[in-house]
């Protein structure tokens, strides 16, 4: 399948006539927690020559594109648009920047990456993309007695993300491992979301599951301490000039 997405991705290139700087996993293969019939939720960060920019109009900044009967998703954003989400401590952006499935990369760029968004990243901006996450699918979880397991691990993941936020200075990290190892959860929720992980890797995305009442605790406890804390969390303390220095120079190197 990897050769099948770097076939893809260079007929884009070729066609969109783009230059790709970053094309990651996300979704559940990057988090973590991927099950037997998971999509390829591929996503890239991609740059036009430079003469594309010298235009008064605005022009389509994002690629969205099917593959293999809809089991490869790959779809992207300009390198200008990324750099204002960037900005803006967007949480999907921050999230593929640190994926550990990458596919194409550029090393210099994606580290220069991570370190602009640690240098401009927002507790506060971050929190509310995962908070209104979690809340979205705890409700979901409550509408009936059996739900999806993915949908369960999305509540869980954007909760605990919440709880990382509140409680490190660093962004959250991608993998939820990492998450999960860099707090202080009680052990024994640790084993039982190991359990589910296991669980989840051995069934089909149709799966109905039911219970994990203490798990669900967990989840309204971190959504309900977001919601009482997140306004006192800080703001980027990030600068344009910073971003526009960069966007020149990656501009600049792949004008060819």
Request: net charge neutral; proline share 2%.
């Amino acid at each position: 399948m990897k050769e099948k997405i770097i076939q893809y991705l260079d007929k884009i290139e070729k066609e969109k006539d783009v230059k790709i700087l970053l094309a990651c996993e996300t979704g559940s293969r990057a988090w973590g927690f991927p099950s037997p019939d998971s999509d390829f939720d591929i996503r890239i960060i991609y740059v036009h020559k430079k003469d594309w920019y010298l235009s008064l109009s605005e022009k389509r900044d994002s690629i969205d594109l099917m593959f293999e009967n809809n089991e490869i998703d790959i779809t992207g954003w300009d390198l200008r648009k990324s750099l204002r989400l960037l900005q803006k401590s967007n949480a999907p952006l921050l999230e593929r920047i640190q994926s550990p499935i990458l596919y194409k990369h550029e090393s210099t760029f994606l580290k220069e990456m991570n370190e602009l968004a640690n240098s401009q990243y927002s507790r506060i901006a971050t929190i509310h993309h995962y908070l209104s996450m979690a809340k979205k699918f705890l409700e979901e979880l409550k509408e009936k007695e059996d739900y999806k397991l993915k949908k369960f691990f999305y509540a869980l993941r954007s909760a605990t993300a919440c709880k990382w936020i509140l409680e490190k200075e660093e962004m959250p990290p991608i993998e939820f491992q990492k998450m999960l190892s860099g707090l202080n959860i009680k052990n024994s929720l640790i084993n039982r979301i190991n359990e589910l992980i296991s669980l989840k890797a051995t069934i089909s995305e149709s799966y109905l599951h039911n219970g994990e009442i203490e798990l669900i605790n967990f989840i309204e406890t971190c959504i309900n301490s977001a919601n009482e804390k997140r306004k006192t969390l800080s703001s980027s303390k990030g600068n344009k000039d910073e971003l526009n220095t960069f966007f020149l120079k990656t501009l600049t190197q792949n004008d060819n």
